[in-house]
């Protein structure tokens, strides 16, 4: 350009043309307005030597981004005033098109449904690989490349509602090429396996389903999954799902069932990291299934699992009819559910979902009807189910939610459970919690919180059902629970229930045990069962409320309406150690049996030290309690120590019976006998120790018996002062059968 210098000072209208005429001459020896010469561009570079972008290829990965490649990445749009229009794809790949070209199609293939935003642009051959979405081959050797924003319709990539047609290769075209799709409203056929990429997202707009059928491979392998990630062994990250029903159940299946072969899964995800399901529905094997195939029960089939996954979230789901374990986790991390709707009822789903070997595990604000097995089964540390409500089919074998290392494949110590805010409506039991049972594992659980769930327990399977059971555990806390057992369970039927484990390993011990404010109702309130080599350290049951449903009879089961019964039930000689035990501050009503009753079964003996029993107020039923006592530790002396049984209120009731106690204190208890009661009120056996008796009141007296008797035994009495016996001889009084060895206060 002609550089242009200003003439001095320009005032007047004359001075201003002649300025603007020298202004043009300049320019026009820059450039001529019709791009002839002087400076025609005749080169690919511009003035500072840089390639012209819109060239038709670029020549290396350095060179400025051309408009035909900023696809993905730049959004973007087409005028369609200058594009060609097609009816088609077929339709556009028959012309003679032009690199650079604009091309529009009306729809995906020769008839159907009208297709929005089906643009593409012309490129050189080879630039993409005909996929069926993004690139699409022309007979002249040239491409047509789709436009899009980074996400694209299922339709822009051939995909077709309706049912009829199978989308397998389209959706899968579709995820591999762009991974963001969104799905209009209708039925989407899937015939073969989606196998998702990472970074893919699936979204339903509107009432979105995919229809799965289940077919067998040639040759007799397992049948097709529906879905699954594109890499089990590189793994896979970033995939979601949102607004989809899943729906497996096109088609008749008769698949011939091999031996070992026990699990189907329409769902797997292997090594995958961040997948989730949002707004989605999951139906399985409802329709047009044969009841067996090959004498194998359908039952064997499950819809999901997962392996070897970290964080899996499923959100506000729905799911019917899933078959065996709906759901399977096997050593992954971070799984959670929200706001589940879970109905098994049409085909006894067995279990919703099961959680193996997995750390970290969330069911929240879930909803499940069930009819068969656990709702959830459980071997994972890091667990929460909270907020959740179970309503059973009460004619069912069915339970709500199992802890436990029931698969014995490996050693794993779950732990950190907490089971808060539930609702459970179910047969046989509410909550079990079970560490492996091989002898070799001997994996305590560790950290268990039940508290603030209401448990309604059912009939029972062969008259077994209770309310929370745990097998030997440390810090189990089990508080504001409300416990009931139905009127028409009958047998084992017990609110809380501590088993130790069946394992030949020593010192099997459960500790820190804290059992309040418990409301209660059943046959028995809490029993402690022993197996082989097992103790219990630290036991504390304060604050609750029991009501028995019916006396039942001691003869027949022991523990029956009794608040807190403790039994040995090896069949071997075995100690079974409880130490640290209080017992503090609870109410028992309609007691057939007792307050407290121990059980051996011979020739086993307990073993009981620092056992306090204290303010408790425990009232028998219409008949009266069998024993408002009860504690028989074995055959060897010296197997209770130091019991302290005080303040305590008991109505209706009938003999105090402590047998081979080393030290024991009895004082400010009251009592109203049963009237149809005509033994002992206390009866003290085989004492190797101390007996501090005081200030006990007991009432509606009108047996003969003595009032505190003892047969055998060597101790001293240290004082047997301040009791009263009213309606009777006025204060207790010692039997007459007394060893000659007795030591007897002044």
Not at 254 to 272: D, K, P, Q, R
Request: charged share 15%; net charge negative.
């Amino acid at each position: 350009m002609a550089r242009y210098t200003k003439s001095g000072t320009v005032n007047t209208v004359q001075e201003i043309n002649s300025e603007l005429e020298k202004i043009a001459t300049a320019q026009d020896e820059f450039l001529t307005r019709n791009g002839e010469t002087p400076n025609e561009m005749k080169d690919t570079l511009d003035m500072n030597s840089n390639r012209i972008t819109n060239l038709p290829a670029p020549n290396s990965p350095n060179e400025p981004l051309r408009f035909i490649d900023a696809v993905g990445g730049i959004a973007f749009t087409v005028s369609t005033d200058e594009a060609l229009v097609f009816d088609n794809i077929a339709e556009a790949k028959l012309a003679d098109l032009s690199i650079g070209q604009s091309v529009r199609c009306n729809r995906y293939y020769n008839s159907g449904e009208l297709v929005a935003d089906l643009n593409f642009v012309v490129v050189a051959g080879g630039t993409g690989v005909d996929d069926g979405c993004t690139y699409h081959d022309l007979v002249n050797g040239n491409q047509v490349q789709l436009i899009h924003s980074g996400k694209i319709n299922a339709s822009q990539a051939g995909v077709l509602s309706g049912g009829l047609i199978d989308n397998t290769s389209a959706i899968n075209s579709a995820s591999e090429s762009i991974r963001e799709v969104e799905f209009d409203s209708g039925t989407y056929l899937i015939a073969g396996t989606l196998s998702i990429p990472s970074n893919t997202k699936f979204t339903g707009l509107g009432l979105v389903e995919f229809l799965g059928i289940m077919t067998a491979e040639a040759g007799g392998g397992f049948p097709n999954q529906m879905l699954t990630n594109s890499d089990f062994v590189g793994g896979n990250q970033n995939i979601y799902f949102e607004n989809i029903k899943f729906n497996f159940a096109k088609g008749a299946f008769n698949y011939a069932i091999g031996v070992g072969l026990t699990t189907i899964n329409s769902v797997y995800f292997e090594n995958t990291d961040n997948i989730t399901f949002n707004n989605c529905e999951f139906f399985d094997f409802v329709t047009n299934l044969d009841s067996t195939l090959s004498g194998k029960d359908i039952l064997a089939f499950g819809v999901g699992q997962f392996v070897s996954c970290d964080r899996v979230s499923f959100n506000n789901v729905k799911s019917r009819n899933l078959r065996e374990e709906g759901f399977a986790f096997y050593k992954c991390s971070q799984v959670s559910f929200n706001k589940w709707d879970a109905d098994g009822t049409a085909v006894n789903t067995s279990s919703h979902a099961g959680f193996w070997y997995c750390d970290g595990v969330s069911v929240t604000n879930s909803k499940f009807v069930h009819t068969g097995g656990s709702v959830l089964n459980c071997c994972s540390r890091n667990v929460t189910y909270k907020n959740n409500t179970v309503n059973e089919n009460t004619t069912q074998d069915g339970r709500g939610f199992d802890f436990g290392n029931e698969i014995d494949e490996e050693f794993f110590e779950i732990g950190n459970i907490n089971v808060e805010g539930n609702t459970l409506n179910v047969s046989d039991y509410g909550v079990f919690i079970q560490p492996a049972l091989e002898a070799a594992f001997n994996d305590i659980v560790d950290a268990i919180n039940i508290e603030n769930n209401r448990i309604l327990v059912n009939t029972g399977s062969a008259g077994v059902c209770f309310g929370i059971r745990t097998l030997s555990s440390k810090a189990l806390k089990i508080e504001n629970n409300i416990i009931s057992l139905s009127d028409s369970a009958s047998g084992l039927g017990q609110c809380i229930i501590i088993s130790l484990l069946p394992t030949t390993e020593i010192n099997n011990e459960s500790t820190n045990i804290q059992i309040q404010n418990n409301y209660m109702r059943g046959l028995t309130g809490i029993s402690i069962t022993n197996n082989v080599n097992s103790s219990i350290n630290g036991l504390n049951i304060l604050d609750n409320t029991f009501i028995s449903q019916d006396k039942g009879a001691l003869s027949s089961f022991s523990g029956s309406s009794v608040f807190f019964y403790i039994r040995n039930n090896t069949t071997a000689v075995d100690d079974f150690n409880v130490n640290n035990i209080r017992i503090q501050n609870n109410q028992c009503y309609n007691l057939g049996g007792g307050l407290i009753v121990t059980s051996l079964d011979a020739p086993t003996k307990i073993s009981i030290v620092n056992l306090d029993v204290i303010e408790n107020k425990a009232y028998g039923d219409a008949v009266g309690m069998d024993r408002a006592v009860s504690i028989d530790c074995g055959s060897l002396a010296s197997d209770l120590k130091q019991v302290n049984f005080s303040g305590n209120t008991i109505n209706d009731g009938s003999t105090i019976t402590i047998i081979r106690c080393e030290k024991l204190v009895m004082d400010r208890n009251t009592g109203s006998w049963a009237t149809t009661y005509t033994g002992r009120r206390i009866s003290l056996s085989a004492f190797n120790g101390t007996c501090d008796i005081t200030n006990n009141r007991f009432y509606n007296v009108s047996s003969s018996q003595n009032d505190i008797n003892e047969a055998t035994g060597t101790y001293e009495i240290v004082n047997v002062t301040g009791n009263c016996s009213i309606n009777d001889v006025g204060t207790l009084v010692w039997g007459s059968n007394l060893p000659a060895n007795t030591v007897l206060p002044n």
